[in-house]
């Protein structure tokens, strides 16, 4: 089966950027979808295609894929962005596949 | 208003079968594939299975087929999750999500979530 691989925890200072890593083998010939979660809540979809941000997501939160890594860019971090934060493909079985998130400190 | 209710927690014991329910509102539920999705406590996200916009067409993940049934009623927007012979590992919060795509695409809509606790 695929396996997606993010970093448990990435921390990151106010106004500085974050970048939160999802490792698959040829990911980058996959569309990879990003979620955040806060506490509580249910999930909320940030980056999908890559890079296309949904209507109101801030231009802060960009992607990029190529190779074995898609990464979530988050810039000017905000104390509200801290959350957990899940990448998601679609294999090639077509189940869905999602790594193991993780949980961005603002600090 | 967009959205997605899902109905109220459950508490089962080893064995049984539970059903959540989820209802569309706001959108023509008819155009969507729908999906369901658990998270156990603490844990990440587990996709569990999809439903076409039909209702003609189901694929679920391969560690769950043999107890989970996906349907959808399009006379009520809603899309219902069946599990059964539930075990104590199945407690999780379940959440149902409509696919932005007609192929398999991001989840752009998903309900607030459905707590099933598995418990003797």
């Known amino acids: 089966s695929y396996m997606l691989t993010q970093p448990p925890s990435v921390s990151v200072a106010p106004g500085q950027t974050a970048k939160i890593t999802c490792g698959g083998n040829?990911?980058?010939?996959?569309?990879v979808h990003w979620y955040r979660q806060k506490s509580g809540q249910a999930p909320v979809l940030v980056v999908y295609?890559?890079?296309d941000r949904p209507s109101g997501i801030p231009e802060r939160f960009s992607g990029s894929n190529s190779g074995n890594t898609a990464t979530l860019t988050i810039s000017r971090v905000e104390a509200g962005d801290e959350a957990d934060y899940y990448c998601?493909?679609?294999?090639?079985?077509?189940?869905?596949?999602f790594g193991g998130g993780t949980k961005l400190t603002v600090l | 208003q967009v959205q997605l209710v899902q109905s109220g927690a459950d508490v089962k014991k080893p064995g049984a079968s539970v059903k959540i329910s989820c209802k569309a509102s706001g959108f023509t539920f008819s155009n969507y594939n729908m999906h369901w999705v658990r998270q156990a406590p603490g844990q990440g996200l587990e996709w569990m299975g999809i439903?076409?916009?039909?209702?003609?067409?189901?694929h679920y993940a391969q560690n769950l087929q043999d107890r989970v049934t996906i349907t959808r009623d399009t006379s009520t927007n809603t899309v219902l999750l069946d599990l059964s012979s539930l075990r104590v590992e199945d407690t999780a919060i379940y959440y149902c999500?409509?696919?932005?795509?007609?192929?398999?695409?991001?989840?752009?809509?998903w309900g607030q979530g459905t707590l099933v606790t598995v418990s003797s």
């Open positions: 998601q493909v679609w294999h090639t079985s077509s189940d869905g596949v």
């Open positions: 439903i076409d916009r039909s209702g003609t067409s189901t």
């Open positions: 040829n990911i980058g010939s996959k569309s």
């Open positions: 295609d890559d890079s």
């Open positions: 999500a409509r696919d932005l795509k007609l192929v398999r695409g991001p989840l752009d809509l």
